[in-house]
């Protein structure tokens, strides 16, 4: 098999519409220029070994409209949300606030607001695993009260539609927020909600009482929410903020 060809990266830098686009050029053992951009935003550029740099810059120029474009979609993707620790003085959040988590020793295991602390007293000591448990237990004791409030900001919005009250559960779920059963009129929540404001948790209840109207995520759909929540898309971004 004869060696692949792969000459050092280069950095190069063009002039486009008064704004500089910059990108790592590579030279390899290819027969077509390649065009790639990261989520970060940065150009990366495989080019046929052989052509030039300045061959290279003009079909760069002819892409730079696509360039920019996706350059410009990743720029509006959120940041990634910051991942939960479990140690002491680990920041977990209840309905918005953050609690400095503090460990102590007890007979039984439980989980309290202590002032300004997540107090989290056992027997022994938890590894991470084990008070990450723990804590998601004690969110979802806290889940149907709040969520039954809740239910009582939204549900008057509703009040045109003549629609029978959704019952709601509390389930765990990996990808969701909630969900909702129109023809049973069930609505199933996440106990991670309770970690977020009461608006948040009212943005995702609002938004699966919407689905008892409109079964898909249709233009219709967000018509109907924005109608009922005009900031809702406030809430969401600041839901999706919570660390993970």
């Known amino acids: 098999m004869p060696r692949s060809f792969s000459a050092a990266p280069r950095r190069e830098t063009l002039a486009y519409q008064n704004q500089s686009l910059s990108y790592t050029l590579v030279f390899r053992s290819r027969r077509t220029i390649g065009f790639a951009v990261r989520p970060d935003g940065s150009v990366h550029i495989s080019a046929p070994a052989g052509t030039s740099p300045e061959w290279v810059a003009q079909q760069v120029l002819k892409k730079a409209d696509w360039i920019l474009k996706h350059q410009e979609t990743f720029a509006r993707r959120p940041a ?99 969900s909702c059963t129109p023809s049973a009129a069930r609505i199933r929540l996440s106990p991670e909600l309770v970690r977020a404001r009461p608006e948040c948790l009212d943005y995702v209840l609002l938004h699966e009482c919407c689905h008892l109207l409109v079964g898909d995520h249709s233009k219709a759909f967000y018509d109907l929410q924005t109608r009922l929540l005009p900031d809702w898309e406030q809430w969401k971004a600041e839901l999706n903020a919570l660390p993970k």
């Open 80 to 178: 990634p949300a910051p991942t939960r620790h479990f140690e002491a003085g680990s920041p977990h959040y209840y309905q918005g606030r953050a609690y400095p988590l503090r460990f102590a020793e007890a007979r039984r295991p439980a989980v309290t607001l202590a002032g300004d602390e997540l107090l989290m007293a056992t027997p022994a000591p938890l590894t991470p695993a084990q008070a990450e448990a723990l804590l998601h237990a004690w969110y979802a004791r806290q889940a149907g009260p709040l969520f039954a409030e809740s239910l009582l900001r939204v549900w008057p919005r509703f009040a045109e539609f003549n629609l029978t009250r959704p019952t709601l559960s509390v389930r765990q779920m990996r990808t969701r927020w909630g």
